[in-house]
């Protein structure tokens, strides 16, 4: 399986500064369609994941746009501009080009 | 509006099975996979099972492979998963997410406990 290693695991943020969470995968996320299956999910205390960004740099519909997905191949970035208070959960990287599906460990953002 | 509600969570015993249920509503079902989502207390989100949209295909993760069973309805529009040979390890909220990894929509999950 796709391991998929996001580092840091834990990141204090002050309110109104950036966020930058890494996730790297252990094989090439190119499909053979040429897209590229890398997903984000935002957890908030409590609550269902939610997608916030697909195929690398694709918002969902209602989502921030001081959030932003990069990346290409193995390495991958979810930036967050402006943190919010809202923003806080953890954040998960998330696989879908190679069988089966595969997340990372999570990262929890929290406010210093 | 796409809703996901799933039910059939609680408390079974060791070795015991149970069947989880997720209804879904606001989007063409039966054109769409489903999955399984876990989270264990405390852990991250681990994908068990996906179905496609007609049922004909069905996909389940090495750690649960041939204890859990994923089904569908597309008559009821809900997707189940009948889980058995229960364990401790199995402890977790069960999500149903739209898509077969996609995961554009998840309910808001359903506590299985397994203890004596």
């Known amino acids: 399986d796709v391991v998929m290693t996001q580092s840091p695991l834990s990141l204090p943020v002050t309110l109104g500064q950036p966020a930058s969470i890494s996730c790297r995968s252990t094989?090439?996320?190119?499909?053979?369609?040429?897209?590229?299956?890398l997903n984000w999910f935002q957890q908030r205390p409590g609550q269902s994941p939610r997608r916030l960004i697909y195929?690398?740099?694709n918002r969902d519909s209602g989502v921030p746009d001081r959030f932003s997905g990069s990346g290409s191949g193995t390495d991958f970035t979810l930036k967050i501009s402006r943190v919010e208070a809202e923003d806080v959960g953890v954040y998960y990287c998330?696989?879908?080009?190679?069988?089966?599906?595969?997340f990372g460990q999570g990262t929890k953002v929290e406010i210093k | 509006e796409v809703q996901l509600l799933e039910s059939g969570g609680g408390l079974v015993q060791p070795g015991g099975y149970l069947r989880l249920s997720c209804a879904a509503s606001?989007?063409?079902?039966?054109?769409?996979?489903m999955s399984w989502v876990r989270q264990a207390p405390g852990k991250g989100l681990e994908w068990v099972s996906s179905?496609?949209?007609?049922?004909?295909?069905?996909y389940y993760a090495d750690s649960v492979k041939g204890r859990l069973t994923i089904s569908r309805d597309n008559s009821k529009n809900t997707v189940y998963l009948q889980l058995s040979s229960l364990g401790a390890d199995d402890t977790a909220v069960y999500y149903c997410?739209?898509?077969?990894?996609?995961?554009?929509?998840w309910g808001q999950g359903t506590l299985l406990t397994v203890s004596s």
């Open positions: 997410a739209k898509g077969r990894a996609d995961f554009d929509y």
């Open positions: 606001g989007f063409r079902f039966s054109s769409y996979a």
């Open positions: 179905i496609s949209g007609t049922g004909g295909s069905t």
């Open positions: 998330m696989q879908g080009t190679h069988w089966p599906p595969t």
């Open positions: 094989q090439s996320l190119v499909y053979r369609d040429g897209d590229t299956y």
């Open positions: 195929k690398v740099s």
